[in-house]
T-cell receptor
Framework: NAGVTQTPKFRVLKTGQSMTLLCAQD?????MYWYRQDPGMGLRLIHY???????AKGEVPDGYNVSRLKKQNFLLGLESAAPSQTSVYFC????????????FGPGTRLLVL | GNSVTQMEGPVTLSEEAFLTINCTYTATGYPSLFWYVQYPGEGLQLLLKATKADDKGSNKGFEATYRKETTSFHLEKGSVQVSDSAVYFC??????????WGAGTKLIIKP
C-alpha cells in the first residue's frame, strides 16, 4: 500500500498562474482533507470531503477550489496563484470524520513568485 | 474558540537527555488530544492520543497526560535519541470533529 501520495512534490508558479495538486489514497477512506502549513503556524484546513462527490470549506478556503470525483482522489486547485499561497500543502485521509488518526501525504512545497 | 499553544522551538538537546514539550489548550467541553510527529521530508503521523481527563497516551517511549485542571498535554520522553529529531505537533479534536493544530515544535537532538 502506498498510503497517501501527493503530486507534485515541489512547484514554482508565477503570480496569476493556475495549477492543480493531486492527492491519492489507497486505503478506501471516506474522508479527505487539504491543509496548508506555514512557518510559526499550525496546520490550517483549507477544504475537506466527506465522500465521493462532496466537498466542504475549512478554515481558509479563499483562493482554492477542490473536487472529489473519485473516492481515492482529492484535487486542490489554485485558479490564480498569489504570493500569499506560498506554503507547504498536505493532504490527509481518514476512515471517519475527525477520526483520531489522519493519514498524511508527504506534502507539496509551493512557491509563488 | 478552540486553540492550541505549543512552546516555541527549536528545542535542542543532547542524546539521552530528558525531553518536555509543552502544550496547552483552550476548548469547550472535553476534547480529545493528540501528538503528531513529522520527520524530515515526510508527512505527519500520529504519535499518541488521549481521549479523556487523566488519560495517559504513550508510544515509542513518549508519554503525555491529559490534565484537565491545567488544560495541558505536555509531551515527555526520558531519554531522547538522534532519531527523535523531528517537528512535533499538538492538536485537539473540536466539537465539529475538525482537528485544531498547534504551531509545531522543532526538536533537534545532537549526538
Amino acid at each position: 500500500n502506498a498510503g497517501v501520495t501527493q503530486t507534485p512534490k515541489f512547484r514554482v508558479l508565477k503570480t496569476g498562474q493556475s495549477m492543480t495538486l493531486l492527492c491519492a489514497q489507497d486505503m478506501n477512506h471516506e474522508y479527505m482533507y487539504w491543509y496548508r502549513q506555514d512557518p510559526g503556524m499550525g496546520l490550517r484546513l483549507i477544504h475537506y470531503s466527506v465522500g465521493e462527490g462532496t466537498t466542504a470549506k475549512g478554515e481558509v478556503p479563499d483562493g482554492y477550489n477542490v473536487s472529489r470525483l473519485k473516492k481515492q482522489n482529492f484535487l486542490l486547485g489554485l485558479e490564480s496563484a498569489a504570493p500569499s499561497q506560498t506554503s507547504v500543502y498536505f493532504c490527509a485521509s481518514s476512515y471517519v470524520q475527525g477520526a483520531e488518526t489522519q493519514y498524511f501525504g508527504p506534502g507539496t512545497r509551493l512557491l509563488v513568485l | 474558540g478552540n486553540s492550541v499553544t505549543q512552546m516555541e522551538g527549536p528545542v535542542t538537546l543532547s542524546e539521552e537527555a530528558f525531553l518536555t514539550i509543552n502544550c496547552t489548550y483552550t476548548a469547550t467541553g472535553y476534547p480529545s488530544l493528540f501528538w503528531y510527529v513529522q520527520y524530515p521530508g515526510e508527512g505527519l503521523q500520529l504519535l499518541l492520543k488521549a481521549t479523556k481527563a487523566d488519560d495517559k497516551g504513550s508510544n515509542k517511549g513518549f508519554e503525555a497526560t491529559y490534565r484537565k485542571e491545567t488544560t495541558s498535554f505536555h509531551l515527555e520522553k526520558g531519554s531522547v535519541q538522534v532519531s527523535d529529531s523531528a517537528v512535533y505537533f499538538c492538536a485537539l479534536r473540536g466539537g465539529n470533529y475538525q482537528l485544531i493544530w498547534g504551531a509545531g515544535t522543532k526538536l533537534i537532538i545532537k549526538p
